[in-house]
């Protein structure tokens, strides 16, 4: 079990002073994320049901000034120091291009001098719990905080996509900080990625969340997580010359679009685009059934998702499919699909809360059984969004 949000940092703050010889002046926190429903949505203007956990990544920041700008990593055990000059791009200490982004593109607002930070996360990494938003989200708050940068809600996640962009080289959404951002504790968050208006939809206290870890770890900036948005616009293409008329995303096609050119669509690019299309629908019936309090529905729309994924879209692995597989055959689980970007990571299971803790430690056992040793199954309350402290 992670430790408590109040343990994680209280240590932060004796690692900062360890590190630095004095007390930070913030911190910030933010959550990893899973998505109910709505994947790989978000790059095609679609529709995202997803909800912040109660992991959380914390930065504790405090001013040194001059040029120097000196990070230490908690979990990777790292400590280097940079200017915001130097260079966008650091292959040795990939996790410094993130800070490197706020300072720059903050800076541009208002001058940042030098600056210590002392990072720690519960979010597991590569997992496909958005612990990159977490830990960007979180130095966004941090740095505009200490510099008393005024930015718009609104402008936190925009400016976390940017950089993941532009810094990292991860051509990410805006879903992730999106949920840093705005969660709320015991509420899913619906987003419409086209026009980032989105709302809050209540999820019942009697359902739980189990996270399932396959142990296969994923850097999105060296999987297919790219190659998929290319299908995706070639898909567009496609399909807008086919049916004659400009559809600005694959928000813009219907069912009976895809129906009209099927046959005359390259069959991966059609495949592509039916998972698209059909998961902005999942995404609409999901709300609807969590507002009745319908878990029977929420669960089999769940499943289609997954296997929509894993057939159209192709980005599930055997260790996915054999959580969700699990998963299904137990009494007391609600639903359970892949979360996040895939080719590994994490599945999510909503279960009955009563059989919460019963139910981790079979799908964790079964999933053994089955010959994957590296899992882990985890207990997830809903999160709340980012969160700043001054002292």
């Known amino acids: 079990m992670p430790s408590s949000a109040n343990d994680v940092r209280k ?17 910030a926190s933010a959550p990893g994320r899973v998505n109910l429903i709505g994947e790989h949505s978000d790059y095609n203007d679609g529709l995202v049901l997803s909800m912040a956990i109660d992991r959380r990544t914390y930065t504790a920041a405090g001013r040194r000034g001059g040029d120097l700008f000196i990070a230490f990593s908690n979990e990777l055990g790292k400590k280097t120091s940079f200017e915001v000059i130097a260079g966008r791009f650091e292959h040795s200490n990939f996790w410094v291009n993130y800070i490197k982004g706020v300072c720059a593109l903050l800076g541009e607002a208002k001058p940042i001098e030098g600056t ?15 612990s990159s938003a977490a830990y960007v989200v979180s130095i966004i708050e941090a740095v ?34 999106f949920v840093a951002k705005f969660a709320k504790e015991q509420n899913a968050l619906l987003i419409d990625t086209r026009s980032l208006d989105f709302q809050h939809v209540p999820i019942s206290e009697d359902c739980s969340i189990l996270v399932c870890v396959t142990g296969v770890k994923r850097a999105l900036a060296t999987t297919e997580y790219n190659k998929r948005r290319q299908q995706c616009h070639q898909a567009l293409t496609t399909i807008s010359e086919k049916l ?81 597989e699990i998963a299904e055959q137990l009494d007391g689980v609600y639903g359970a699909r892949m979360t996040g970007a895939g080719f590994g990571g994490s599945a999510i299971c909503l279960v009955d809360s009563a059989y919460e803790e019963e139910l981790s430690n079979q799908i964790a056992q079964r999933y053994k059984m089955v010959g994957f040793e590296n899992g882990m199954v985890f207990l997830a309350r809903s999160g709340m969004g980012s969160h700043v402290e001054r002292s």
């Open 11 to 27: 240590e932060l703050a004796k690692i900062f002073k360890t590190e630095f010889g004095k007390s930070a002046d913030v911190v």
């Open 144 to 177: 505009s905080s200490l510099y008393d940068i005024k930015l718009k809600d609104i402008e936190v996640p925009v400016l976390a996509r940017r950089i993941e962009n532009e810094f990292v080289g991860v051509q990410s959404g805006i879903v992730d900080p």
């Open 116 to 130: 210590n930070f002392a990072i720690s996360s519960t979010v597991p990494r590569g997992s496909g719990l958005s």
């Open 244 to 324: 004659g008329k400009k559809l600005h995303t694959l928000r813009d096609v219907s069912i009976e679009d895809l129906r009209s050119v099927k046959g005359s669509v390259d069959e991966t690019l059609y495949a592509r685009a039916h998972h698209i299309v059909t998961e902005n629908e999942r995404a609409v019936r999901t709300v609807s059934a969590l507002r009745k309090n319908d878990m029977s529905m929420v669960g089999k729309l769940m499943l289609e998702s997954h296997m929509s994924l894993r057939t159209h879209f192709e980005v599930s692995s055997p260790e996915l499919d054999a959580f969700v």
